[in-house]
């Protein structure tokens, strides 16, 4: 009898620790997807589109800005100026003309000779744009655009891909590096009679879409993780 009580005692001891062996191998299986998909999902966020470091930064609402309520409400908090914007991703970037203030005739050009132009006819915003074109870009590239003016009495034109004149351009951002307004300012005097740094001459917002399919790392801790569950949920079941 004796005998018989310590064998089912040492079968039961064994059974709760093979449960425990297996609770432990599903927590572990279970802390591999959560952090396979954490990992990847921060690895897909944090991958940038636009690059750009300018001079000087101020905070929305910009002074005499005809579209700070506009921008604010698509929570456009900050604008950079004096800087060269770039892209460090494969992709494609989508211009769209969505506003304008300005007494000039001003346009954003696209390329050598100006192969792309937008020219502004409507003061009114509109965040999907009047008119648009896209183009595509490769990681490294510097953003070869420009805004000018038809009218004699405007300062000379901004052009990125040239460095001239970028404290006429103010890049305004969100919390998304994939989105942005690029805000011409015609006339730049900061100081002075006719001061004028509003930045709402010439409104284009920037977008930007990946190409590119990242498979970082993570992808396959996730993947294992979430094949071991399956492959002892199926055990179970047998």
């Known amino acids: 009898m004796k005998n018989i009580l310590t064998i089912l005692r040492s079968e039961k001891m064994t059974s709760v620790t093979s449960d425990r062996a297996e609770s432990s191998r599903k927590t572990r299986l279970l802390a591999a997807v959560c952090a396979g998909a954490v990992t990847l999902a921060t690895s897909l966020s944090a991958n940038a589109a636009f690059v750009y470091s300018g001079v000087e930064t101020e905070t929305l609402p910009i002074e ?95 052009d990125n891909a040239s460095n001239i004149n970028l404290h006429g351009l103010g890049i305004m951002s969100s919390t998304t590096t994939s989105d942005l307004v690029l805000a011409y300012n015609d006339n730049y005097r900061f100081t002075g009679p006719g001061m004028d740094a509003d930045y709402d001459d010439m409104l284009v917002r920037a977008e930007f879409s990946s190409t590119a399919v990242p498979v970082p790392a993570a992808i396959w801790l996730f993947a294992s993780g979430l094949l071991g569950l399956i492959g002892m949920a199926r055990r179970r079941k047998q």
């Not at 800087?83 to 050598?112: C, H, K, R, W």
């Not at 502004?120 to 999907?128: I, L, M, P, V």
């Open 64 to 158: 005499k800005n005809d579209f700070n309520g506009q921008l604010q409400d698509l929570d456009f908090n900050q604008m950079t100026t004096g800087a060269q914007l770039s892209v460090n991703m494969d992709g494609s970037v989508t211009f769209y003309y969505i506003a304008a203030e300005s007494g000039y005739t001003n346009s954003f050009n696209y390329g050598s000779g100006s192969s792309i132009s937008i020219t502004e006819d409507n003061d009114s915003f509109d965040w999907d744009g009047w008119y648009s074109f896209s183009i595509d870009v490769v990681a490294g590239d510097i953003l070869d655009f420009s805004f000018t003016s038809a009218t004699a009495s405007a300062l000379t034109p901004v």
